[in-house]
T-cell receptor
C-alpha cells in the first residue's frame, strides 16, 4: 500500500520568500510522484511530476521538486513566493505502470503575506 | 474547451434523495477516476473505470454508491439515499489509454450538499 504524509496543514510565507512544502511517501515499489495545486472552488492542476530520470523536476509557475529516494521525500520548492501562489497543494504517489490510481496527501494551504 | 467537464457544479439534496454526478472526460481519454474530497482532508480515491468496465472500486463505499461509464455518454457517479456525511466535493479525472507517467487531468468538481 502507498501513502503520503504532508506535515502541517498550513504554511505562511512573505511575498518574495522561499516556499518549501514537504512531502514524504511510503511505497513498496518505485513510485511516480506528483504535486498538484488547487485554487478555491476549482479542480486540481498538475504542477509537476517525477517518473524516471533526473531527480530534480521543474514544473509550472517556477516550482520544482526533488525526488530523494533515501529520504522517501519529494519536497516542493519555489525560490520566491508570489501572491498568486496562495492555494492548496497536494502531493500524490502512484505505482509505476499505466493508469495506476493516485494516492493523495491531506494537502497544505499556502498563504502569502504582502 | 477540451477539459474534463463535470456537472452539476453544485448540487443540494435532502437526506434520502438520490444524487447523480456526471463527468465527461477529455477528448480522447478512455479512463475515468472519481475522487471525493471531504472538508479538511485530501482527495480519496473512489473508483476507476474504463468504457463499460469498472477496473478498481476499492475506494467505493459498499452501499448506496455506484458508478458507471457507458459506451456512449458521460460517466455517472450515483449516490442513493444521501446522508449528511455524503456532503463533499466530488472530482472526476481522466487519462488517455496509454500514459507512461500516470498523469490524470481533473475536472472542476461537483459540490454536493445534503440538507
Amino acid at each position: 500500500a502507498q501513502s503520503v504524509t504532508q506535515l502541517g496543514s498550513h504554511v505562511s510565507v512573505s511575498e518574495g520568500a522561499l516556499v518549501l512544502l514537504r512531502c514524504n511517501y511510503s511505497s513498496s515499489v518505485p513510485p511516480y510522484l506528483f504535486w498538484y495545486v488547487q485554487y478555491p472552488n476549482q479542480g486540481l492542476q498538475l504542477l509537476l511530476k517525477y517518473t524516471t530520470g533526473a531527480t530534480l523536476v521543474k514544473g509550472i509557475n517556477g516550482f520544482e521538486a526533488e525526488f530523494k529516494k533515501s529520504e522517501t521525500s519529494f519536497h516542493l520548492t519555489k525560490p520566491s513566493a508570489h501572491m498568486s501562489d496562495a492555494a492548496e497543494y497536494f502531493c500524490a504517489v502512484s505505482e509505476k505502470g499505466a493508469n495506476s490510481k493516485l494516492t493523495f496527501g491531506k494537502g497544505i494551504t499556502l498563504s502569502v503575506r504582502p | 474547451n477540451a477539459g474534463v467537464m463535470q456537472n452539476p457544479r453544485h448540487l443540494v439534496r435532502r437526506r434520502g434523495q438520490e444524487a447523480r454526478l456526471r463527468c465527461s472526460p477529455m477528448k480522447g481519454h478512455s479512463h475515468v477516476y472519481w475522487y471525493r474530497q471531504l472538508p479538511e482532508e485530501g482527495l480519496k480515491f473512489m473508483v476507476y473505470l474504463q468504457k463499460e468496465n469498472i477496473i478498481d472500486e476499492s475506494g467505493m463505499p459498499k452501499e448506496r454508491f455506484s458508478a458507471e461509464f457507458p459506451k456512449e455518454g458521460p460517466s455517472i457517479l450515483r449516490i442513493q439515499q444521501v446522508v449528511r456525511g455524503d456532503s463533499a466535493a466530488y472530482f472526476c479525472a481522466s487519462s488517455p489509454q496509454t500514459d507512461s507517467g500516470n498523469t490524470i487531468y481533473f475536472g472542476e468538481g461537483s459540490w454536493l450538499t445534503v440538507v
